[in-house]
């Protein structure tokens, strides 16, 4: 089993719609939580960290259930800008036990 | 500010060929990292390096040599290019080794890198 997993997607959403991600972990010891986009051809860039109380950054909401061991993103009233690939990262330590998803791919489509 | 700057942009090699890829920070970061990413898999950590003189392996360093000289430099080796390290190449920084909401990573563009 993979320490960190995601629904490669991709999905396909219009306009306008509410898309959810999810990504659980395996490591029951792990710290930290975020959320990278990564745009085609692109490097990774940080979207939001994920506290444990839950985060909302204008149109994206990041949550936290350490129980079930998954994390979510929400993304509301998609746009044609919100097309990229989304990783999740999880850390149990320093920034070298940091642990990337293989990503979930989002198209938004008009 | 330039942040991380990573070069070249691509290179293709022949099996058994060296080369170095540069990473460059100009944010004081502490924490330097060399990725790799392949298609269906996360990205995967080779080679790391806490401060000026210290470096460790990751997850995948086999076939890859590091240096950490100066706090800003951290080139990645590979000694005699295979097939298997065809992939895309991330240098990643931070300010801290600890991982922490308020010092989050910042990765170069990246390298294609195709070996032939």
């Known amino acids: 089993r993979k320490e960190v997993e995601q629904d490669p997607g991709p999905f396909n959403v219009p306009e306008g719609a509410t898309v959810a991600f999810n990504c659980t972990y395996s490591n029951s010891a792990s710290q930290s939580f975020f959320w990278y986009r990564q745009d085609c051809r692109k490097e990774p860039k940080l979207l939001m960290s994920?506290?444990?109380s839950g985060n909302e950054d204008g149109r994206f909401t990041a949550q936290l259930n350490r129980a079930s061991q998954y994390i979510s993103l929400l993304i509301r009233d998609s746009k044609l800008s919100d097309s990229a690939t989304y990783l999740c990262v999880v850390i149990s330590g320093g920034y070298n036990k940091l642990i990337f998803g293989a990503g979930t791919r989002l198209a938004v489509h008009p | 500010n330039a942040g991380v700057t990573q070069t070249p942009k691509f290179q293709v090699l022949k099996t058994g060929q060296s080369m170095t890829l540069q990473c460059a920070q100009d944010m004081n970061h502490e924490y330097m990292s060399w990725y790799r990413q392949d298609p269906g898999m996360g990205l995967r950590l080779i080679h790391y390096?806490?401060?000026?003189?210290?470096?460790d392996q990751g997850e995948v360093p086999n076939g890859y040599n590091v240096s950490r000289s100066t706090t800003e430099d951290f080139p990645l080796r590979l000694l005699s290019a295979a097939p298997s390290q065809t992939s895309v190449y991330f240098c990643a920084s931070s300010y801290s080794y600890g991982a922490s909401y308020n010092s989050p990573l910042h990765f170069g563009n990246g390298t294609r890198l195709t070996v032939t």
């Open positions: 390096s806490v401060g000026a003189g210290i470096t």
């Open positions: 994920v506290y444990s």
